[in-house]
């Protein structure tokens, strides 16, 4: 692994924002716009060093557009399988970490080297 290569940090948006009831399905764009903004923000906390923070959007919240510090991909179908596609290209020897609870996204991406983490690692509670 290269060491002075960023972090990729790949967050499962439908995932991380359907992990709290706050109504967020009655504007799933409006959730993702609201989580992007924050990761802009704040970042992943308790991580050091440099990061690239890329938000796997799909379904009602494609579209939703990349801010300075959030590049923001639309899946083209499932996200799970986009993740799995960015995963995999960062292969590189790039450290990656997966925001995600969904286990079998985090099976399929630790068998590629990827970190995973929870949804609360980027949305408190």
Same mark, same amino acid.
């Not at 990061?51 to 009602?60: D, K, P």
């Given at each position: 692994? &290269? +060491?002075?290569?960023?972090?990729l940090v790949v967050v499962d948006?439908?995932?991380? %924002?359907?992990s709290v009831p706050d109504g967020?399905?009655?504007?799933?764009?409006?959730?993702?716009?609201?989580? =992007? #903004?924050?990761?802009?923000?704040?970042? !992943? *906390?308790?991580?050091?060093? *440099? @990061?690239?923070?890329?938000? $796997? %959007? +799909?379904?009602?919240?494609?579209?939703? &557009?990349? %801010?300075?510090? $959030?590049?923001?991909?639309?899946? *083209?179908?499932?996200?799970? #399988?986009?993740? !799995? &596609?960015?995963?995999? =290209? @960062? @292969? #590189?020897?790039?450290?990656?970490? !997966? $925001?995600?609870? #969904?286990? &079998?996204?985090?099976?399929? !991406? /630790?068998?590629?080297?990827?970190?995973? @983490?929870?949804?609360? /690692?980027?949305?408190?509670?």
């Amino acid at each position: 692994m &290269e +060491e002075n290569a960023s972090l990729l940090v790949v967050v499962d948006a439908a995932n991380v %924002v359907g992990s709290v009831p706050d109504g967020w399905w009655r504007d799933r764009r409006g959730a993702a716009e609201r989580l =992007r #903004d924050r990761l802009a923000a704040h970042g !992943v *906390p308790g991580r050091a060093g *440099p @990061a690239e923070v890329v938000l $796997v %959007v +799909e379904g009602a919240a494609r579209g939703v &557009e990349s %801010v300075t510090g $959030v590049r923001v991909e639309s899946a *083209p179908g499932s996200g799970d #399988d986009h993740i !799995v &596609e960015l995963v995999a =290209r @960062a @292969a #590189d020897g790039r450290p990656v970490l !997966v $925001v995600t609870a #969904d286990r &079998e996204l985090r099976r399929r !991406v /630790t068998r590629l080297g990827a970190q995973v @983490a929870g949804p609360r /690692t980027v949305r408190p509670g």
